[in-house]
């Protein structure tokens, strides 16, 4: 597992969060966070010194708060200071 912080806008107001990886495909991610994301919701993940576009695909209730599967909109990018 690993840690990704994710950002995204909801009603043009900047959110932000931390999470770990605890799956990860060519695809997309699975992500633990503390906090419930909407489905649909776009945003910016950056993990493993590499940014991705996600668009959220599920967003489910667990043990730990929710765990969210994202899916990859685009090509990854390198992150500055990696």
């Known amino acids: 597992m690993c840690r990704a912080d994710l950002a995204w806008s909801c009603d043009g107001q900047s959110?932000?969060?931390s999470g770990m990886v605890e799956d990860r495909s060519k695809s997309g991610l699975g992500i633990q966070v503390p906090k419930s994301v909407?489905?649909?919701?776009?945003?910016?993940?950056?993990f493993n010194n590499e940014i991705h576009s996600a668009i959220v695909k599920r967003c489910i209730r667990s043990e730990l708060g929710f765990f969210i599967g994202v899916a990859f909109a685009g090509e990854s990018r390198e992150a500055a200071g990696a």
């Open 15 to 17: 959110k932000k969060l």
């Open 38 to 46: 909407p489905v649909g919701t776009q945003m910016t993940i950056r």
